[in-house]
């Protein structure tokens, strides 16, 4: 089915386009009053998640309400573990808890690589469901957290300031840890490939944790495997976002990925030099930029566009959404994108 907003894919393809596309991370959630409907009829996150025409809804809000250019699906980067036998809750104001963790071979050799159909389902059906009710309004954004973040999470238990265990068991034990980053990897392809089946038209590696790795590391034990991501999936673009990692930004420009996404720290000049002129860039916006008025809204909007430039862009926050956001302060941010001055065609 021919797309009638097509921008964020003739971006991608190195197209020039009228304007530049914009969407954001973390969209479909707990800015929208709407989405907080949904989630209070059912148990709580991981529900949601599970339940394919809810996340369905969820994911198509922010495409009637905000105005975006494209849709992400609602999922949740732990449900990789999940499926490989780590199940994990989602704390109100805590966040996500793994009830165990991983921390030596046996817990390694109980796990196992995910089995789409039966584990995982429930995405890819939700896709489908989405791709129906868009019918070709925008494109949809598949996603998964990359390789090294979901260790992370499977060997601290939980979000943490250092991730101090994750990272012991790198200098302590990296055949171990290699293993396990390899089971991951595998089972991210076959849920990334699930998604495109599905009918993703992109797909996101988001490595929210690349930053707290020393760039050696970040080359060994993360890198490695998102570039056999990279490489696994040909059928659709990928975006790869490390947040956090300034120092190995010209190694993520060589993935074979078609956009660079970039957080907010990063200066977007600096981006461009060592990534180079063939990728397209993804962000910046610091999101608490959003708290402000709309006036100083649109003037930082304005900044980051004509740093960014008319092409090889889109427009995007450095990283999700913050929850207690206006909805309206979001919807200036996506106006002031749409109303920027006409590219060159």
């Known amino acids: ?201 992109v797909v996101q590696i988001f490595d929210s944790w690349a930053g707290i790795l020393p760039p050696l590391h970040f080359e060994h034990f993360s890198l490695t495997y998102i570039q056999q991501i990279c490489e696994a999936i040909t059928e659709v673009p990928i975006t790869v976002f490390a947040k956090g990692a300034y120092a190995s930004l010209a190694q993520i420009g060589r993935l074979p990925c078609a956009t660079v996404g970039i957080d907010w720290n990063t200066e977007v000049h600096h981006a461009r030099s060592v990534v180079g002129n063939n990728k397209v860039l993804q962000g910046n916006l610091d999101p608490a930029a959003l708290y402000a008025s709309f006036g100083d809204i649109k003037q930082a909007t304005h900044q980051m566009l004509d740093a960014f430039g008319p092409q090889q862009h889109i427009a995007n926050l450095g990283h999700g959404v913050y929850p207690d956001i206006s909805p309206d302060h979001v919807r200036c941010f996506i106006d002031t994108v749409k109303e920027h001055h006409t590219k060159p065609i």
Not at 134 to 143: A, Q
């Open 1 to 201: 089915m021919p797309l009638k907003n097509d921008l964020l894919l003739r971006t991608i393809r190195g197209e020039k386009t009228e304007r530049t596309p914009v969407w954001l991370m973390r969209q479909a959630g707990r800015i929208l009053p709407e989405y907080r409907a949904v989630r209070a009829q059912l148990s709580g996150f991981v529900e949601l998640v599970k339940t394919p025409e809810r996340a369905a809804e969820v994911t198509i809000q922010p495409v009637d309400l905000l105005g975006v250019d494209a849709a992400i699906i609602f999922s949740d980067i732990l449900v990789i573990p999940e499926a490989m036998g780590l199940p994990y809750e989602m704390v109100e104001s805590r966040g996500p808890v793994f009830p165990r963790t991983v921390s030596s071979k046996a817990d390694i050799d109980r796990l196992k690589v995910a089995d789409i159909s039966d584990d995982l389902a429930y995405t890819p059906e939700a896709i489908k469901l989405v791709k129906k009710e868009l019918d070709g309004r925008v494109p949809l954004i598949g996603f998964a957290g990359a390789p090294w973040t979901i260790f992370a999470y499977m060997i601290e238990g939980s979000g943490s300031k250092t991730f101090s265990k994750a990272r012991a068991m790198l200098y302590t034990q990296p055949d171990l840890s290699r293993q396990l980053l390899s089971m991951i990897t595998e089972s991210t392809i076959r849920y990334l490939k699930a998604q495109v089946a599905a009918g993703a038209d």
